[in-house]
């Protein structure tokens, strides 16, 4: 969570959203939303939900009363008042939607944990005893009281905002014709116009209240927006449903009778940079450093220049070669149904280039005199992409669930996976790469190739399951991972590139958003089977990790 050290122009509302983007991943992937989404959720867990923000309205509307009194701006007053009589309405047009389907909300006054710590803290929020926790003192005056108004919005919003994205995501995926889903009514009153005004209502008048307060109180605005979110969330992923859902993932399929083998690529989909070029450019300042008569290491600009000169030249050939051998490919006739077999005869005309090109850099020599304690150093350093090291991270600590985890790659060297990835000397996850040549921790250039090709990853990815377990996940996101991504149980693509998307015309593949997928997945589930099937010619997209930890691993709270 990053300070709010420069005010955003479109209003800190909209910032502090931004910035919960992975939480409102973690919000649709839970199983209460992957099944009202489906049309499938059981109509007392429904119930039991809407009785729950039906408690969370009585508070919210405590909490503006209380906003209002502080207010000491009439027209501040004005709209606090209208925004509090809109959520007494929204009170009663649940209760009326409700009868409306011949349904009874649940009687009595028992709320779930999860929501008596949210209608809390929202409550100590207004109250001012939160404030006073964080800013001894501070209330003394009727001035600083007015800060709690701001306060207790920035706890109220991200429950509206959220269930706003939520409903609207929801939306997307209902086919257009299912007037038949049980919650349609439901989805749309919360994903229509007046509810998008209230939640705009409640974000402007925050970007309002906000304008006068220091830095400090701005971070302490941020502070109490991000745990409200965490705690809407929280909400959503402990919601009691009856029925089975297929997510998360490892819950469904992690167990001693079902494992999961998790298989990524890495080179950008686990890395924000390419590892080749890391190595080369490691390789190339260190053999370009000379040690002077004071004894300390100097670059030499002459060797640097011809080293780099060598790199450019080579990686430029490879980056030809690969994109003629595409071009190639694409003149072949369009598929009419996806071939798995005349695809992997296709790509093995990557073979070759691929070889090939890793032979030229052996013979280069831009490669020697690699020290291993370099390559430990930027392994260590490397930049990952946003969440994907947490998401391992946390298969690693599920000591008591069938999950493996295995890294595929191009990458000519093992160890600088392992050391990016290295958490004292678990290696984990399981490493498949080639390797660099030592000589008494001194690369000699050459590549011990043992993963060159899509055809040589997939034959390692074939391994791996057969000793694994049961359901297999792939993930990537370029075309040297199509091949394992099609044969898993399930592929996933990272922001699939451009000449992936090219094949899948040709070839007969499509391309699905993870969630719309798992709906349909979800409608068709039948008790006791298994919705997932390899060779299905379907790959699943995603924007971030963020959705793959969601949908594998469930909740992060």
């Known amino acids: 969570m990053g300070g709010l050290a420069i005010r955003d122009e479109a209003g800190i509302a909209k910032s502090l959203w931004a910035k919960s983007t992975n939480e409102s991943v973690f919000a649709i992937y839970t199983p209460y939303i992957l099944s009202l989404a489906s049309g499938k959720l059981d109509s007392g867990s429904f119930l039991h939900c809407i009785s729950q923000d039906l408690r969370f309205l009585q508070a919210s509307a405590e909490a503006l009363e209380m906003a209002e009194e502080c207010s000491d701006d009439d027209d501040d007053k004005t709209v606090i008042c209208k925004i509090r009589k809109r959520v007494l309405k929204k009170m009663t047009m649940f209760r009326s ?18 929501m008596i710590k949210y209608t809390d803290f929202l409550l100590a929020t207004a109250s001012g005893k939160a404030v006073g926790e964080r800013f001894p003192g501070k209330l003394a005056t009727p001035f600083e009281k007015t800060k709690l108004s701001a306060y207790a919005l920035a706890a109220m919003a991200p429950s509206m905002r959220l269930q706003s994205f939520l409903s609207k995501e929801i939306q997307a995926v209902l ?13 749309d ?16 008048l925050l970007d309002k209240l906000t304008v006068c307060l220091t830095g400090e109180e701005l971070q302490f605005v941020e502070t109490i927006y991000h745990k409200a979110m965490k705690l809407q969330v929280d909400f ?3 919601q009691p449903i009856i029925q089975n859902t297929i997510v998360p993932l490892y819950r469904f399929h992690g167990t001693e009778e079902h494992n999961v083998v998790i298989c990524s690529g890495f080179d950008l989909t686990c890395s924000a940079v390419d590892s080749c070029a890391l190595l080369a450019d490691i390789a190339i300042i260190k053999s370009s ?14 060797t640097l220049l011809d080293n780099r000169d060598v790199w450019s030249s080579l990686h430029g050939q490879y980056v030809r070669e690969y994109e003629q051998c595409i071009d190639s490919i694409m003149l072949n006739e369009r598929a009419m149904e996806f071939n798995f077999e005349s695809l992997c005869r296709t790509l093995g005309e990557l073979s070759d280039l691929e070889k090939a090109g890793n032979l030229r850099v052996c013979r280069s020599g ?13 392994g260590e350093h490397l930049v990952f992409q946003d969440g994907c090291v947490e998401f391992f991270r946390e298969i690693e600590k599920m000591k008591d669930v069938a999950v493996d985890a295995h890294i595929l790659s191009y990458c000519w060297s093992g160890d600088l996976i392992r050391s990016a990835f290295s958490n004292g000397d678990s290696g984990f996850p399981d490493v498949h790469s080639n390797e660099l040549v030592f000589e008494e921790s001194i690369s000699s250039g050459e590549i011990l190739k043992k993963v060159q090709c899509p055809i040589e990853k997939l034959q390692t990815f074939d391994e791996i399951c057969k000793k694994g377990g049961k359901l297999s996940v792939y993930i990537g ?23 992936l998307k090219r094949l899948g015309g040709l070839f007969g593949f499509s391309f699905v958003p993870l969630f719309s997928g798992l709906v349909k997945k979800q409608r ?20 971030s990790w963020a959705e793959i930890h969601a949908f594998i691993l469930g909740c992060m709270i």
């Not at 086919?175 to 989805?187: A, G, S, T």
């Not at 068709?524 to 699943?540: A, D, M, Q, R």
Request: aromatic letters at 10%; glycine letters at 10%; proline letters at 3%.
């Open 289 to 302: 450093k000379t040690v002077n008569s004071n004894g300390y290491e100097s670059l030499s600009d002459g």
């Open 189 to 204: 009153s919360l994903s229509s116009q007046k509810y998008e005004a209230s939640a705009s209502q409640i974000e402007e």
């Open 236 to 238: 959503y992923s402990t």
């Open 97 to 114: 939607i409700v009868q409306e389907w011949g349904f009874e909300l649940p009687t009595g006054n028992i709320s779930d944990r999860a």
């Open 366 to 378: 831009v490669l020697k005199g690699l020290h291993m304690d370099d390559i430990k150093w930027a």
């Open 175 to 187: 086919e257009p014709d299912e007037n038949i889903h049980l919650y349609k009514k439901w989805i």
């Open 477 to 499: 996101g370029s075309v040297e991972d199509l091949l394992c991504l099609l044969k898993a149980d399930i592929g996933i693509v990272i922001s699939p590139s451009a000449n």
């Open 524 to 543: 068709e589930f039948i008790e006791g089977g298994c919705p997932w099937k390899g060779l299905s010619g379907t790959l699943y997209t995603v924007s």
